[in-house]
């Protein structure tokens, strides 16, 4: 499952913290993060069968990540846009985040489950189109997986518990922060949907993409995983 980890306001330096991996299969084409040829204020990973991403930062601060939500059942039908168009979209735009997200709301129906969030300095909020209406993100820690914000799955928890221990004494340590983002089993029966522990742990080891971003005033700082 993918993950996103991250801490806001607390640190002395950095006011958004935020670690993330991608859990995608092998066979579909990505490129690891750095800066985009055709975009080049934009540094991100880059989903090659859709042109989208799944987390991305512009030179002016502007960044958003975005995780799939995991549905019960198939869709009846495939969705018209791809998710990861939408994180590109917020890249490329000027708008505020709330604004932003609150027409995305009112999209939703156009793609498949997401969460995504929507930052620029100063503002950053949280939205999904499978039951929860825009909202800025609280000062705090706070864990985002393939259900909603902070749900309590035991990857999430185990995530957000990892960060604030990483956290502890102001460092920021870029290895702790890949650490973090290692597989926890999961237990049968605490995840929402009801999803085997036995399959989480297979998806836990799919992942092909880790990442972690550390903001503070000037240029983004990022590193792909080796």
């Not at 949280?126 to 800025?136: C, K, M, V």
């Not at 089993?185 to 992942?207: E, K």
Request: glycine fraction near 10%; aromatic fraction near 8%; hydrophobic fraction near 40%.
């Amino acid at each position: 499952m993918c993950l996103v980890v991250l801490s806001l306001g607390e640190h002395p330096d950095y006011p958004l913290i935020l670690a993330a991996n991608r859990d995608e299969f092998y066979a579909r084409p990505t490129r690891d993060a750095g800066w985009w040829p055709d975009r080049p204020d934009v540094v991100g990973g880059r989903d090659l069968q859709a042109g989208g991403t799944w987390l991305g930062i512009t030179r002016s601060r502007r960044f958003a990540a975005l995780t799939n939500y995991r549905e019960s059942a198939r869709p009846a039908a495939r969705a018209r846009h791809s998710r990861g168009l939408l994180v590109n979209d917020w890249l490329a735009g000027d708008d505020e985040p709330m604004p932003a997200a609150r027409g995305l709301a009112d999209a939703g129906v156009d793609y498949s489950g997401f969460n995504l969030l929507l930052g620029r300095p100063g503002a950053l909020v949280y939205l999904s189109n499978r039951g929860a209406d825009p909202r800025p993100v609280t000062v705090g820690v706070h864990g985002l997986s393939n259900h909603l914000l902070d749900t309590d799955w035991p990857k999430v928890r185990a995530g957000r518990e990892r960060l604030v221990a990483a956290l502890a004494d102001d460092a920021v340590d870029i290895e702790r922060l890949f650490g973090l983002l290692g597989g926890t089993q999961a237990v049968d029966g605490a995840l929402p949907d009801g999803l085997a522990a036995r399959l989480a742990d297979a998806l836990d080891h799919r992942c092909r993409h880790r990442c972690w971003r550390a903001y503070r005033p000037g240029a983004p700082a990022y590193r792909p995983a080796p």
